[in-house]
């Protein structure tokens, strides 16, 4: 429980610091208001999340500029081929040279949060390549069937009652089908040791449902949720970035080595050049990603897989972990402290929403992972266990099943990154966002459920 609370400790607390802040900034205007200006807090809030660091700048959000019909180059932009569009108010334009602006909130969500899922990333890479990875062989077979099943679960209750709710709600919401699917790794861990104790197999199946549930979250984002018009072509500078560093600083001096003992190739790359050619890579690798329209937080996964990582891993929260001295894990450790801060500006920037902004949004939110994610992952472990005949981890009740779907109902860290991608800024954003607060509350049914369901605790 130590090294837990030492990872929740390191990666969370501050987080949670930070989502707490912007809650109490944001809603300041009710516990302490501005004579004569009723939203003063508010847009400090805002205000400081928009803050613009650097206007037309190569990076950062795009604006396409609107020309109008009254501008002497309207005439000729039509025509050269522009498309007339008309705006909501029937006034006619067309697009013309757009530009960027690196706002504090780009800083932290596009540019920041990418070391964050780099993390991320490195784990599942690790589960899935090395020889003794969590998400290898039969042993992971029933943990990613039930995977699956905490996805599609929450996403067919989202829709389901959006549906219900009527045509306009749907509309609305519709795009924030994936905030529910998402499992905050560290707390449904803690709680989940907390629930089953720290020996019970339930746990082990937990962390791996986490991880593929990562992996899943990763793949959902860069498909489902583009940050602007696609343009694929740039994502050949990311696989270049990435093939490129493996060939020159990987398999290049390796190969050279050949019947050296001493390695020195190697050697010198490790030592002189150490982390820095893989830095480079990922910084194109990123800008591949901005300028493809992919979201640019993911834009550090290409270059994982190619740096030089251990024969085995002993997993997320092992001890062990800290003493292996391969590249990637020494990255890893290296971004300890920066992504802490990270993680603090990015609750501090992202959480500030108004109690009153509760609506649809949150309520549908807390239903898709309150209710979708313990049916979706009963049935389809079920599925697996029994008709397919996958089994169980021995020492697991199939009714363990249903408490793990409470445990792993804990949105927050990546249900928030997914709302403030999925719903521009509004009400229907801020409700979103209320649903991955308030997610936290699935910690208390995921004990509850455990009380009705006698689950016995297994200590080490």
């Known amino acids: 429980m130590y090294r837990v609370w030492n990872f929740l400790a390191s990666y969370s607390l501050l987080l949670i610091f930070g989502a707490l802040a912007a809650l109490v900034w944001a809603n300041l205007d009710v516990i302490a208001p501005v004579a004569g200006n009723p939203h003063y807090w508010a847009d400090t809030y805002h205000n400081f ?79 899935v390549i090395l020889e003794n990875g969590s998400l290898r062989g039969k042993k992971a077979a029933t943990p990613l069937f039930a995977t699956a099943g905490g996805m599609f679960g929450p996403i067919a209750v989202y829709l389901g009652l959006a549906a219900v709710l009527g045509s306009e709600t749907y509309n609305a919401v519709a795009n924030g089908w994936a905030i529910p699917t998402a499992t905050d790794i560290a707390f449904s861990y803690l709680v989940g040791r907390i629930v089953f104790g720290a020996g019970h197999p339930a746990v082990r199946f937990l962390l791996l449902l986490a991880i593929a549930d990562d992996a899943a979250g990763l793949i959902i984002l860069a498909i489902f949720y583009p940050s602007g ?8 500078l990311s696989v270049g970035a990435a093939v490129g560093v493996f060939l020159l600083a990987n398999w290049l001096p390796r190969r050279m080595d050949r019947g050296k003992q001493d390695r020195p190739n190697s050697t010198w790359v490790r030592e002189v050049l150490g982390f820095w050619p893989y830095a480079l890579a990922g910084a194109l690798s990123w800008y591949g990603f901005m300028m493809s329209g ?20 002993f997993g997320i929260f092992a001890a062990a972990e800290e003493h292996l001295t391969d590249l990637l894990n020494h990255i890893e450790h290296g971004l300890k402290y920066p992504v802490e801060v990270v993680l603090f500006f990015f609750g501090l920037l992202n959480a500030g929403v108004q109690f009153s902004s509760m609506g649809a949004a949150t309520w549908l939110v807390l239903a898709g992972l309150l209710i979708g994610k313990p049916i979706g992952i009963f049935l389809f472990g079920w599925i697996a266990a029994v008709p397919l005949k996958l089994g169980m981890p021995q020492g697991m009740r199939l ?45 208390v049914a995921a004990i509850a459920a455990g009380k009705i369901t006698r689950v016995e605790k297994h200590e080490l």
């Open 49 to 127: 999340v928009e803050f613009v660091i650097w206007d037309h700048a190569p990076i950062g959000h795009w604006h396409a500029a609107h020309i109008a019909a009254s501008d002497p180059t309207f005439a000729d932009l039509v025509a050269g081929g522009a498309e007339v569009l008309t705006d909501a108010e029937g006034h006619e334009y067309v697009l013309g040279e757009g530009y960027r602006t690196l706002t504090f909130h780009y800083l932290v969500n596009d540019i920041l949060m990418a070391f964050f899922f780099g993390i991320a990333a490195k784990e599942v890479w690790e589960a």
């Open 229 to 236: 018009e696609l343009a694929p072509e740039w994502l050949l």
């Open 294 to 313: 992919l979201h640019p937080a993911l834009g550090l996964l290409p270059v994982v897989p190619a740096i030089p990582h251990a024969d085995r891993a």
């Open 399 to 443: 009714v363990d099943l249903v408490v793990i779907g409470f445990v792993a109902a804990i949105g927050f860290t990546v249900s928030l990154f997914v709302a403030s991608v999925a719903f521009g800024p509004g009400e229907v954003q801020d409700a979103a966002k209320m649903g991955a607060l308030l997610s936290f509350f699935a910690a």
